[in-house]
């Protein structure tokens, strides 16, 4: 069964730095490009962020790049999100996604939330 | 960046009924290998996010045919024949034609 378990969220004040996790089982994880996507409450889904199977390339939106970085460990099968200088507008869930192509996301996690306020 | 609109907040169906969701792209989503980059997925509570449709017609495995996507160019519909309280849900349609990826702000269905 296809598993991807985010983890690492919670409550931090402005300004501070946060890093996600997300664990994936029952698929070749490192064949897999990955994703980072989050959904502030009541809102739509915003895609943030991409990083190629081998890690060759990462792709940000406007709206995190410089202060969020997106990395990987295939031998831990594990993907990560380093989010440093949260602002209130960063608070959401967040989720992670594989796409064995960009032809669409294929496995979605159930998220974790991710809360910015003083 | 590609703006994908669905017009629609909200859709209102009874059990049994056609409903069809539109996404309008700021540019057209097709790519030189002749295929549309767009995509589109299914949010239910307690459940995670599903890939119903990719290149914008088709079907995911296992998803079932009263799912029908269809469009070209800058349109884009998904069609849900004879709906089954199960759809009921958040439906996003998705291009990854170019970075950044963008999603349009979604398609609630309801039961009338």
């Known amino acids: 069964e296809v598993q991807l378990v985010e983890s690492g969220g919670g409550l931090v004040k402005p300004g501070s730095s946060l890093k996600l996790s997300c664990v994936a089982s029952?698929?070749?994880?490192?064949?897999?490009?990955m994703h980072w996507i989050r959904q502030a409450p009541k809102k739509g889904l915003e895609w943030i962020a991409l990083?190629?199977?081998?890690?060759?390339?990462?792709y940000y939106a406007d709206s995190v790049k410089g202060r969020f970085t997106i990395s990987r460990d295939n031998s831990k099968n594990t993907l990560y999100l380093e989010m440093n200088s949260l602002r209130s507008e960063d608070t959401a869930m967040y989720y992670c996604?594989?796409?064995?192509?960009?032809?669409?996301?294929?496995?979605w996690g159930q998220g974790v939330m991710v809360t910015v306020s003083s | 960046q590609i703006t994908l609109t669905q017009q629609a907040e909200s859709l209102w169906v009874s059990p049994g009924e056609k409903v069809s969701i539109t996404c309008r792209a700021s540019?057209?989503?097709?790519?030189?290998?002749?295929?549309?980059?767009l995509s589109w997925y299914q949010q239910r509570p307690g459940q995670t996010t599903k890939a119903l449709i990719y290149?914008?017609?088709i079907r995911t495995d296992g998803v079932p045919t009263r799912f029908i996507g269809s469009g070209s160019g800058t349109e884009f519909t998904l069609s849900i024949e004879d709906v089954q309280p199960e759809d009921i849900a958040l439906y996003y349609c998705?291009?990854?034609?170019?970075?950044?990826?963008?999603f349009g702000a979604g398609t609630k269905l309801e039961l009338k």
């Open positions: 996604a594989a796409a064995i192509s960009r032809t669409r996301f294929d496995y």
């Open positions: 029952g698929f070749t994880f490192s064949s897999y490009g």
């Open positions: 990083i190629y199977y081998d890690s060759s390339n990462k």
């Open positions: 540019q057209s989503l097709l790519y030189t290998d002749g295929k549309h980059y």
């Open positions: 290149h914008a017609s």
């Open positions: 998705l291009q990854t034609l170019k970075k950044p990826y963008t």
